[in-house]
């Protein structure tokens, strides 16, 4: 009897020992949680919302406070302020580059200044500050077509009528000295009211197209 309890506390000991190795295996083969690191204060990420506003609008401009569209030297409220130059500058340039589809102008704002009645506002007067310029250089390229044209007309009739006068009066003094006065007056009045019909009329285009195009745009506000 004394033989077999001798040889079994070898056997116990062998049996916790091959235990204690299959916990530690176990162990190891546990996976570790992952540790995702955060972006610190000096490398923000951008959200990922406010990429999409950016990548979807039209023409973005972003506003730190709801002055930034106005001018800095009109003490005015809101429905009577003048636009600021360099908001119309920076609005320019992105409507240049936006060229199909209906214009989408979108303020990026922060969301602690955002009020819904002062959005309200500077939306009535955007609309109407760009209604009445665009109103306004429409009939001023109107008004200069019509003229070019007829300054057109009345420099093709001064060659004209040098022409006649030097095909009939030529031997006159008088017929010399109005040829002299029509034929170089006629031409540069041609070549003036051409100008005035065509060119300077595409200048004032560029200007009347962007108004158009604002007056028409679709105006809103989203936070940031």
């Known amino acids: 009897m004394a033989e077999q309890k001798t040889d079994a506390k070898p056997e116990e000991k062998k049996d916790e020992k091959a235990g204690k190795k299959d916990l ?9 949680p992952e540790q995702k690191l955060l972006p ?3 490398a923000p990420m951008p959200h990922p919302q406010t990429q999409e506003l950016l990548a979807k609008s039209e ?17 005015r409220p809101y429905w009577q302020r003048a636009l ?10 992105a409507s240049r580059e936006k060229k199909t589809g209906q214009a989408m102008l979108k303020f990026l704002a922060p969301a602690a200044i955002r009020s819904a009645q002062q959005e309200a506002n500077i939306k009535k007067r955007l609309k109407e500050h760009f209604k ?4 306004t250089l429409r009939s001023e390229v109107e008004g200069q077509v019509r ?11 001064m060659a004209a009528a040098s022409a006649v006068i030097a095909y009939y009066f030529s031997s006159s003094l008088l017929a010399e000295l109005i040829i002299v006065l029509l034929e170089p007056g006629g031409w540069f009045i041609l070549w003036h009211g051409m100008d005035m019909a065509i060119f300077e009329r595409r200048e004032k285009e560029k200007d009347l197209d962007f108004y158009a195009k604002m007056a028409n745009a679709d105006i809103t506000f989203e936070s940031y």
């Not at 530690?24 to 570790?32: G, T, V, W």
């Not at 003229?147 to 009739?157: D, E, M, N």
């Open 24 to 32: 530690k295996q176990e162990a190891k083969q546990e996976p570790k």
């Open 40 to 42: 610190g204060p000096s």
């Open 59 to 75: 023409i973005s401009l972003w506003l730190d406070t709801y002055e930034d569209s106005w001018s800095d030297f009109d003490a």
């Open 84 to 93: 600021s130059v360099d908001f119309l500058d920076e609005a320019r340039r």
């Open 132 to 135: 009445k310029h665009s109103d």
């Open 147 to 157: 003229l070019g044209v007829l300054i057109t007309i009345l420099g093709f009739a």
